[in-house]
């Protein structure tokens, strides 16, 4: 991924920042496509690999209101350990920004607790 296209996915996830964990995940719950989907049981049937179930999840995520919200809740519960699927980025994409993420939440709190 390009350093143009990470700068611009954290700078866009900074419009989400002052939500609170709680706030995020009821955002997502409730207007997430993938919520939606799992409460009609309509959810893809998942091969277990992740190049192909990101191509499952693509249209899903792709149409989705919440992206922001979702990422930004991803990158807040599980950090740089992050795995499986998240949309439209694979796992070294989403390390990739959350390298910058978690240095920006950093800058923003006074330079205390980069390492999320």
């Known amino acids: 991924m390009k350093?143009?296209?990470?700068?611009?996915?954290?700078?866009?996830l900074d419009r989400v920042a002052p939500m609170?964990?709680?706030?995020?995940?009821?955002?997502?719950r409730r207007d997430g496509t993938c919520g939606w989907l799992m409460t009609m049981e309509r959810t893809p049937e998942w091969t277990g690999d992740n190049r192909a179930d990101r191509e499952?999840?693509?249209?899903?995520?792709g149409s989705c209101p919440v992206q922001r919200?979702?990422?930004?809740?991803?990158l807040r519960a599980y950090g740089y350990a992050i795995s499986g699927v998240?949309?439209?980025l694979p796992e070294d994409e989403r390390r990739a920004v959350f390298a910058l993420w978690s240095?920006?939440?950093?800058?923003?709190?006074?330079?205390?607790?980069?390492?999320?």
């Open 103 to 116: 240095q920006r939440r950093a800058d923003a709190a006074g330079g205390v607790g980069g390492g999320l």
């Open 56 to 61: 499952l999840v693509a249209p899903i995520c």
């Open 69 to 74: 919200e979702c990422l930004e809740w991803d």
């Open 86 to 88: 998240w949309g439209p």
């Open 3 to 12: 350093r143009q296209v990470v700068e611009w996915v954290v700078t866009d």
């Open 20 to 28: 609170s964990d709680d706030e995020l995940a009821d955002v997502v």
